[in-house]
């Protein structure tokens, strides 16, 4: 079989201490959002994957009272998948004989345990266990629902007013997303206005070269006297925009009404 091409890799080693599966469980989070996959399938990585360190904390007795982890983005055809591999190196127990869980209905039964495994069975798209003397893998694969693109895109949407227009820019702002706001204002600058707002409610991330896009906006908006303005930053983006010098060149607003006003008046 030919081997996936592997996009994104992160490895994690855990100490088996109480409570350490949920930073297992927040790797997998992040990895499952960047594939895009629902807030519900996200849940059930997490699920699975607390599982599976619990099982390893609490079953495998490994001499280096660790738990490794390896999270995949992985090129499956057509769609991705996360695949995650939880390994320890304790007892094992397939070979020991293992004794499965009961149906459900057994809850108030002496055997209330016994239900991880089964639980990540149906949780995951696909579960791999292997287990012997040497210890025990449980290999696992989530499934992305369609072909979204990886990274996050920006998404623009432009507000045509009276004398000012509004971009409003969604997602991260990179040297691409920089670079599609700035083709928005200057093709608004060709329609004729002067005044122009850029609502940022919808953007948390942005980087160096996407400001230094915004930065080109603002030296045009001087050449040609108009005005610019940004609302609804984080504080964060707010303090690069004032550390690379942008926030002298245009006007910084709390939300867009505030903006509006300032700008048209
Ligand atoms: N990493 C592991 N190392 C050694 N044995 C394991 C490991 N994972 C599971 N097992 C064995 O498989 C059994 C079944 O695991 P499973 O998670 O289904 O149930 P459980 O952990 O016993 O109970 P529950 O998950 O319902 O709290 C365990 O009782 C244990 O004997
Ligand atoms: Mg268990």
Redesign the pocket.
């Known amino acids: 079989m030919p081997t996936q091409p592997v996009l994104l890799e992160i490895m994690l080693s855990l100490v088996m201490e109480p409570r350490m599966e949920l930073s297992a469980s927040k790797v997998a989070a992040a990895m499952a959002g960047i594939l895009r996959l629902s807030a519900d399938k996200i849940d059930e990585v997490r699920f699975a994957v607390v599982?599976?360190c619990?099982?390893?904390f609490?079953?495998?007795?490994a001499r280096d009272q660790k738990v490794h982890l390896r999270f995949a983005v992985l090129e499956k055809g057509e769609h991705k998948a996360l695949k995650i591999t939880?390994r320890?190196f304790?007892?094992?127990?397939l070979s020991?004989g293992?004794?499965?869980?009961r149906p459900a209905g057994n809850l108030r039964g002496a055997r209330?345990?016994?239900?991880?495994?089964?639980?990540?069975k149906s949780l995951m798209d696909e579960v791999e266990i292997s287990?012997d003397a040497s210890?025990?893998s449980?290999i696992m694969q989530k499934y992305e629902e369609e072909n979204h693109p990886m990274t996050d895109s920006l998404n623009i949407k432009v507000d045509r007013r009276d004398e000012i227009a509004v971009i409003y820019a969604e997602g991260y702002i990179d040297n691409q997303g920089g670079e599609a706001v700035a083709s928005a204002a200057y093709g608004l600058i060709d329609e004729g206005f002067k005044t122009l707002l850029i609502n940022l409610a919808g953007t948390k991330l942005i980087n160096t070269i996407g400001i230094s896009a915004l930065i080109e906006v603002t030296e045009k908006m001087i050449e040609i006297e108009g005005r610019l303005g940004f609302c609804n930053l984080t504080p964060t983006i707010e303090k690069a925009f004032h550390t690379m010098g942008l926030a002298q060149y245009s006007q910084l607003f709390p939300d867009e009404a505030s903006a509006i006003s300032a700008l048209a008046a």
Do not use: C, M, Y
Not at 58 to 61: K, L, M, R, T
Not at 112 to 120: A, C, F, S
């Open positions: 599982e599976a619990i099982n390893a609490e079953h495998s007795h939880v320890d304790g007892v094992g127990f020991g293992f004794q499965g869980p209330r345990r016994g239900w991880g495994l089964k639980l990540i287990s210890g025990t449980i």
